[in-house]
């Protein structure tokens, strides 16, 4: 999720019937698929907001009815060949509920937060019960959802971006239990337990207690709003993998807490974990429209410094911004096989085109889960 744009309350009116967007400008899906060579990968992608773009309206289950301001939708995913995603439980503070069903009033506002995240998680498991997709809390489930034939319903990975909607650290056990599997303790904006991108601080004394308990659980850590000083204070409070879902490099964008560093880059694949490029335009490139040799030279940056076993996609689609906002030619699901064109003009074997697209990713979200079961399994021997 990047921020609030305008383009969401005009979603909103669609839902309501006030405006009226001609359908226009159609994805180039169908060509895309169409040209889609035979060993084109499938797509693991880290970042979605699906729960977000649902209550925003329309449903996403459906069809979109303006492929120009949004991208997101199943039907679109399974054209893209999305099999499996990290979808967002997304809250935002300082947004008023009655307009906003992800928003709270602030950060003494743990009622609302927490209302606000119980909501999107029950968007998923709505999407399961009604199976139209699969969470995945295990690793058979993840490995399951790798292995079933394309257009089955995709496996979801429940991300928590932003940790305000756990009303104490007790809690992640309940969270847990409902499907959480990873989780970045704030969105830009801050929260109780991190500063964020946008409002820098410490890791608080509740936000050291959240990671002693998310550990506890086997929860994977995502540090992409982390700012600076609180992705020092994770590092220093967990010896536990440690991904960045949707993390671009800030050696080639603006100089800002939103994108890694190379020192972060490397601390994260020390510690087994990955990072997911972000498609968003103006986290690619400063000053002038995106491509994609801008995404794929984000790509090579971290490949550089961590390995291409690092990197996969965490592209972020209408985490607030249009299609076209991102980088030209590759916003929206089905348009991800020009991202693989690019890594393969860039030298990327066909092999190494599947570790990007769903390789990594697996591999990585395997372990964690894994080391989750494992420590279930100390946990109960200990009687805990
Ligand atoms: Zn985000």
């Known amino acids: 999720m990047v921020a609030q744009r305008t383009f969401r309350r005009m979603t909103f009116a669609d839902s309501t019937g006030h405006t009226h967007h001609t359908p226009s400008a159609a994805p180039a899906a169908a060509t895309a698929a169409a040209h889609t060579p035979a060993h084109a990968p499938w797509w693991l992608d880290a ?56 928003g709270y009033r602030d950060h003494d506002d743990i009622k609302g937060a927490h209302a606000a995240g119980v909501r999107q998680l029950k968007m998923y498991e709505w999407l399961e019960h009604t199976g139209r997709a699969r969470i995945v809390r295990s690793a058979a489930d993840l490995d399951a959802c790798a292995a079933a034939p394309a257009g089955s319903p995709p496996g979801i990975v429940i991300l928590m971006e932003g940790a305000d909607p756990v009303r104490s650290p007790d809690e992640f056990a309940w969270w847990h239990a409902r499907g959480v599997r990873v989780v970045g303790l704030t969105w830009a904006k801050g929260s109780r337990y991190a500063g964020g991108n946008a409002a820098q601080g410490p890791l608080t004394a509740i936000g050291r207690r959240a990671v002693e308990a998310m550990d506890a659980l086997g929860i994977l850590h995502d540090a992409s709003h982390l700012c600076d000083e609180s992705f020092a204070g994770v590092c220093a409070a967990t010896s536990s993998r440690i991904v960045a879902t949707h993390s671009n490099v800030r050696a080639l964008a603006a100089p800002v807490e939103r994108h890694l560093t190379d020192a972060q880059i490397a601390e994260i694949a020390a510690r087994g974990g990955m990072i997911g490029l972000n498609l968003y335009g103006k986290f690619l490139t400063a000053g002038r429209a995106a491509t994609l040799a801008d995404a794929v030279a984000h790509v090579q940056h971290v490949a550089a410094i961590a390995g291409r076993n690092c990197v996969g996609l965490g592209s972020d ?40 697209a769903h390789g990594n990713w697996l591999r990585t979200l395997r ?12 946990r109960m021997s200990l009687g805990r």
Request: proline share 7%.
């Open 47 to 102: 970042h979605l907001d699906l729960a977000y773009l649902h209550l925003g309206g329309p449903t996403v289950t459906e069809e979109l009815p303006d492929p120009v301001t949004r991208g997101v939708s199943l039907p679109a995913l399974a054209r893209g060949n999305v099999r499996i995603f990290l979808g967002t439980i997304f809250t935002e503070v300082g947004t008023d509920a009655a307009s906003t069903p992800w």
């Open 317 to 356: 689609f209408d985490g607030g911004f249009a299609p076209a906002d991102c980088a030209t030619g590759c916003g929206r699901p089905e348009e991800l096989p020009a991202l693989a064109a690019g890594l393969a003009q860039a030298g990327f074997t066909h092999a190494e085109q599947a570790a990007f």
């Open 367 to 378: 372990a964690a889960l894994h080391d989750a079961e494992r420590g279930a399994v100390s």
